[in-house]
């Protein structure tokens, strides 16, 4: 589904992708994890056409990406509901964009809030709403469209324990339910764990290491040696890397 050969991205001087080879398959999840700064969104934006590589290619579904898909959908890590809508309002935006007809988008729209329990909450404007109802809001939004590629940077990190581990368990509910292509950007390692078939672990402007994850796909892994273990595994690349960072601090100060 997603193919990335020799990617480079630059922000002016600054590389932020540099050589980036990287396979996803379709209907597969990938997490994507590293520190902050470490190109995360960057690659993400780039395989959603909103970011163009200085050099290297993108191929989602066999075509190069010049611009944004139609068939992608993006999740940013705001969330980007707009205020002066209803959450009802919000999920309708892009169905309307779309052209589909007014009796079309009431049913969806109403299925769709249904599906991710927040019916309810329908006629209200997103500063009335708990962060993790405005993040389902999001992901309604977004799935409403019926994207085969599903982008999502960061969809939980403003949460708390609780409600993030609610989001993850939506997110791999809907997912068991209608797998699609799903790369999602964290900077958590039990969300990469918990959503991750394959996992990436960045480290500046490159990958650093591909885990492939046996045990997703059961929502009570949490609480086996196995979830602890890949952990684990994720964390002592992760350390590896800060640590690198802060040697490297050291010597320059
Ligand atoms: N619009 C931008 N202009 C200039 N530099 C940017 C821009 N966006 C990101 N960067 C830089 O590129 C690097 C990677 O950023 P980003 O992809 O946001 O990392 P991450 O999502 O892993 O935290 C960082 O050093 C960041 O400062
Ligand atoms: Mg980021």
Redesign the pocket.
């Known amino acids: 589904m997603i193919n990335i050969s020799d990617l480079r991205v630059r922000?002016?001087r600054?590389t932020?992708l540099d050589g980036i080879q990287l396979n996803i398959q379709k209907n597969k999840t990938c997490a994507i994890i590293?520190p902050?700064?470490?190109?995360?969104?960057?690659l993400l934006y780039t395989m959603a056409g909103l970011i163009s590589p200085e050099s290297g290619k993108v191929l989602i579904a066999g075509e190069e990406t010049r611009s944004v898909r139609k068939e992608t959908g993006l999740i940013s890590q705001s969330g980007g509901l707009l205020p002066w809508k209803t959450a009802r309002e919000n999920v309708a935006l892009g169905l309307k964009a779309r052209g589909v007809g007014k009796e079309q988008i009431t049913r969806r729209v109403s299925m769709i809030l249904e599906e991710l329990g927040i019916l309810e909450h329908q006629h209200k404007y997103p500063s009335q709403l708990s962060g993790g109802q405005k993040q389902r809001v999001s992901i309604a939004r977004t799935l409403v469209l019926e994207p085969d590629l599903l982008l999502m940077d960061e969809a939980s990190s403003a949460l708390d324990a609780l409600t993030r581990e609610h989001i993850q368990n939506l997110i791999l509910r809907l997912y068991l339910k209608n797998p699609t292509t799903l790369v999602l950007?964290t900077h958590s390692i039990e969300e990469a764990v918990f959503l991750g078939q394959t996992i990436v672990i960045m480290e500046r402007a490159a990958i650093k290491q591909v885990i492939e994850n046996p045990y997703f796909g059961d929502e009570d892994i949490r609480s086996g040696p196995e979830y602890y273990h890949i952990c684990q595994e994720v964390r002592g690349w992760l350390k590896e890397e800060t640590e690198a960072a802060l040697g490297e601090g050291r010597r320059e100060s």
């Open positions: 922000y002016g600054e932020a590293g902050s700064g470490c190109g995360k969104t960057t950007v």
